[in-house]
C-alpha cells in the first residue's frame, strides 16, 4: 500500500535511537525485575561442599553393598546436623547419622535413607540395620562444585532478574549486581474528552484510560513512571507538561492520540518539528509518531483508541525500553496456535488481533478473539492473554488455520 511504512522499517529507526542507560549497582533485595548488566559469576563453588542429599546415614559403600545376601548392622558414632563443621573419623562397622544438606564425613562415600534401614529414623542412634544398600558409590551425595564452580557464569548479561536468577545469584555468593537504570517514563493522554474514571460524565465525555494502560505497561517492562497526566487538545497544556517531565528528565515520553489526521491532533500540531509522523502497515496503529529531543528524550506518539495504544506499545514502545536496559531479547515470545473461528483481516496491513487462549484441551490450546476487532474495545481487551499476528498478505484467517499468537501474560 503506497506511503505506509513498514513495521520494521519504523522499529528499526525507534531502536537506533534507543542508546543504553547507565548501569548501577543495586544489592540482590533490589534486583528482582531489573536488567542485568554484566554476567553474574560464582564466587563460591555451588555446592561449596560435599553434602547429603538425603535424610539417613553416611556409610563405607563396601560395607553395605551386600545386603540382598543378609541385612548390615553399623554402629552409630556420629550425629551431623545441617550447618555441622564436624567430619569425623569412620572406621570399619562404623556410619554416621546425616542430615539433609550436611557436609558428607571424608572416610564416607555413600549415603542410606532412613526407610533402607531397619529403624528409620525412630532407631538411628547407637546401632543401624541396613536393608537396602546403595547402588553404587556417591549415591545421595552432592558433589562440591556439580552445579557451578568459582569463576563459572552462572548469569549472563542482558537478562531480567527474576525471583529465580536472584536466587542464583545468591546462591554463587554474590551480594549485589550491576544492572541498568530504568528508564523514567513520562505517559501524556490528550483528548478533551477525557476525564478520570470515576467522575460524572457530560455527553462527548468517556473516562480516560490510555494513561493507566500505558503506565502499567511501562512499569511491566521495567520503566519508573514519573508521571502520568491528561491534557486538552485546546490550550498549551501539552507544552506545559512536556517541559516539566523534560525539566524532570524523563528518557520517555508517551502520547495517546493527537497523531492521526483530524482537525484537533494536539501532538502533530504542537510537536511536529521534533517529531516526525508515519502510516505503519498494520492494524490497528496505523498513525504513529516518534522523534527525540537534543536531551536525549525519546518521544513516542500513539494512536489514542484503546487497543491501537496497546498494540502500537507492544510493538515499538516495549522494545524501545528494554533496549534502553540493555535487555539481549526484546521481543515476546511467539507460539503457533490454530484459530478458533475465523476472523477478516485488513488488506496489505499486518493484523494484530487481541485474544485470549482456550487451554480447555492441553494438547490443542486455540486462539480466541477477545473482541470483536475495533479498535476503541478497551473492554474487550481486558480478556486478552496475546495478539494473533497476522501477515498483511493474509486475505482472512479461517477457524483451524494456524496463526502466530504473541503472548503478553
Do not use: C
Request: net charge negative; glycine share 12%.
Amino acid at each position: 500500500m503506497s506511503g505506509l511504512r513498514t513495521v520494521e522499517e519504523h522499529l528499526s529507526d525507534v531502536l537506533a535511537a534507543a542508546d543504553p542507560l547507565e548501569t548501577e549497582r543495586v544489592p540482590l533485595a533490589a534486583a528482582d525485575g531489573r536488567t542485568l548488566r554484566e554476567p553474574v559469576r560464582a564466587t563460591i563453588d555451588i555446592p561449596v561442599f560435599d553434602n547429603s542429599a538425603m535424610d539417613g546415614f553416611a556409610v563405607r559403600f563396601a560395607e553395605v553393598r551386600d545386603t540382598a545376601a543378609a541385612p548390615v548392622t553399623l554402629r552409630v558414632v556420629a550425629d551431623l546436623p545441617a550447618g555441622t563443621d564436624a567430619d569425623p573419623p569412620l572406621g570399619p562397622g562404623e556410619a554416621a547419622r546425616i542430615m539433609t544438606g550436611s557436609p558428607v564425613p571424608a572416610d564416607a562415600d555413600a549415603i542410606v535413607p532412613f526407610e533402607d534401614t531397619v529403624g528409620g529414623l525412630a532407631d538411628s542412634l547407637g546401632e543401624v540395620t541396613v536393608v537396602r544398600g546403595p547402588r553404587s558409590p556417591g549415591v545421595h551425595i552432592r558433589r562440591a562444585g556439580e552445579d557451578a564452580r568459582v569463576g563459572d557464569e552462572v548469569l549472563p548479561a542482558g537478562i531480567r532478574l527474576g525471583p529465580l536468577q536472584v536466587a542464583a545469584a545468591a546462591a554463587a555468593g554474590v551480594a549485589e549486581v550491576a544492572v541498568s537504570r530504568r528508564p523514567r517514563v513520562a505517559v501524556i493522554s490528550t483528548g478533551s474528552e477525557l476525564v478520570e474514571p470515576g467522575s460524572p460524565l457530560r455527553r462527548g465525555q468517556i473516562p480516560e484510560s490510555n494513561s493507566f494502560l500505558l503506565a502499567a505497561l511501562a512499569a511491566e517492562a521495567g520503566a519508573e513512571v514519573v508521571r502520568r497526566a491528561s491534557v486538552p487538545d485546546e490550550g498549551g497544556g501539552l507544552e506545559a507538561v512536556l517541559g516539566e517531565v523534560t525539566g524532570s528528565r524523563a528518557d520517555v515520553v508517551i502520547f495517546s492520540g493527537g497523531v492521526s489526521a483530524g482537525a484537533y491532533e494536539v501532538v502533530k500540531t504542537t510537536l511536529g518539528e521534533r517529531m516526525a509522523f508515519s502510516k505503519v502497515a498494520m492494524q490497528p496503529g496505523k498513525p504513529q509518531g516518534f522523534g527525540r529531543l537534543d536531551s536525549g528524550t525519546l518521544l513516542f506518539g500513539l494512536p489514542g483508541n484503546p487497543v491501537s495504544a496497546a498494540v502500537s506499545f507492544e510493538v515499538f514502545v516495549r522494545p524501545a525500553l528494554l533496549r534502553l536496559q540493555g535487555r539481549t531479547g526484546l521481543g515476546r515470545p511467539v507460539i503457533r496456535l490454530r484459530a478458533a473461528t475465523g476472523w477478516r483481516t485488513p488488506p496489505a496491513r499486518r493484523q494484530y488481533l487481541p485474544v485470549r487462549i482456550d487451554r480447555s484441551h492441553p494438547e490443542a490450546w486455540r486462539a480466541v478473539p477477545a473482541t470483536t476487532g475495533g479498535s476503541h474495545l478497551a473492554g474487550g481487551l481486558g480478556r486478552a492473554e496475546a495478539y494473533a499476528i497476522v501477515p498483511a498478505e493474509t486475505e482472512a484467517v479461517a477457524a483451524g488455520d494456524h496463526v502466530d499468537v504473541m503472548l503478553i501474560s
